[in-house]
């Protein structure tokens, strides 16, 4: 019960570097091999700790490391690839001209928008 404990904290603790990492994250660009260490740490250490565990028979004081120091590295991983920036930055606003075609639709909408008040303000005049 002690050791699920353990894990549950750890998964919280988890969940808390990982929300840190991205709410902190500086957007400068960092080197691909750090990036690349980053993806490492987030897709072997903690898939093998609980391939290990369901296919191994390790003492559980093992067993237990293994699962921790995945969790470390998938923590340090996502950090690292959270706070990379580079040209495949989902959160980066783009500094875009509107498509040819939005100023004429931008009119339109707002002329329709415009008679239809007046086509219920003069509805609810005759009621």
């Known amino acids: 019960m002690r050791l699920l404990l353990i ?3 750890m998964g919280v603790l988890l969940l808390a570097a990982i ?5 902190g994250a500086n957007r ?6 750090r990036k690349a260490l980053g993806w490492i740490l987030v897709c072997l250490p903690l898939p093998l700790a ?10 559980e004081t093992s067993d237990q490391a293994a699962f921790l120091v995945g969790v470390a590295a998938f923590a340090i991983g996502a950090a690292l ?3 990379s920036g580079g040209d495949d930055d989902f959160r980066r606003e783009r ?6 075609w939005w100023p004429d639709f931008e009119r339109e ?10 086509h219920r ?6 009621t």
Not at 28 to 33: C, L
Not at 109 to 118: G, I, N, T
Not at 121 to 126: P, S
Request: no cysteine.
């Open 7 to 9: 894990d549950a904290a």
């Open 121 to 126: 303000g003069k509805q609810l005049v005759r």
């Open 95 to 100: 500094d875009e001209e509107p498509p040819p």
């Open 81 to 83: 690839i959270l706070r």
């Open 19 to 23: 929300t840190g990492a991205a709410m």
């Open 109 to 118: 909408f707002q002329e329709y928008a415009l008679e239809s008040r007046a």
């Open 50 to 59: 609980v391939g290990l565990h369901l296919t191994a028979r390790l003492p």
């Open 28 to 33: 400068r660009k960092q080197s691909s091999s």
